[in-house]
């Protein structure tokens, strides 16, 4: 910081958040984006079960759930808190892995991860959209047979970083605060683009924020 005039905050997203779910730590449950990236680095060798759970509705699950049919596996269950029509991922990404052979179910929300040491199933309860919010309905409970829990319910924001830098502000849901103009932060010295300040999007917004910030930068030190 002290070598610097300015410098570009573009950490992205961390891990893949926690369910705060009885179970989550037993062997077997993974989530999406370290599967893939484990995935990637091992060049597609790697050992994927038969009864795959993936939860979440974005494009990062249907990454998961086609990668998880492409490797082997036999039934892949693709289950969203809400409905289909609530769902971020692209109709595409959904349609590529429907037809790569994963089922979907919709309106059902995890509360737990069952099995004796290692995952056996998730259990789920149904939801319900009741004058606009989504609630659990708890009497209504079954479980999914499975041997592999992908999450694919976001990742955790980096604000315990951020705290460590003066004057830096951030949102509620910890996302960067940025002049949308000029994507300089609350202490002048520092830029942001990307997942740090839209929260998670797609690298075509990452990259475009990373070209407006050089810009903002450019402008700041030469005026």
Known sequence: EKNYDAIFLGLGLGKTGALEIEGENKKGVIGAVEFIEELRSKHHHLKVPNKVVVLGGGNTAMDAASEA??????????????????????????????????????NLVPIGIVGKGKVEGVKFAKTELIEGKLQTK???VFVVQCDLVIKATGQAKQGAFYQLIDHLKCDNQSRLL?????????NPKYFAGGDAVNGG????NAA???????????QWLTK
Do not use: C, P, W
């Open 69 to 106: 049919a492409k490797m082997g596996a036999k039934k892949i269950v693709l289950a969203y808190r809400n409905s289909k029509e609530k769902m971020k991922a692209y109709k595409f990404e959904y349609d590529f892995a429907i037809s790569a052979g994963v089922d979907s179910l919709f």
């Open 138 to 140: 708890n009497n209504d």
């Open 178 to 186: 940025i002049n949308k103009e000029t994507f300089q932060t609350s």
């Open 201 to 204: 999007a797609e690298v075509v």
């Open 208 to 218: 475009y924020d990373g070209k407006m910030a050089a810009l903002g930068m450019h």
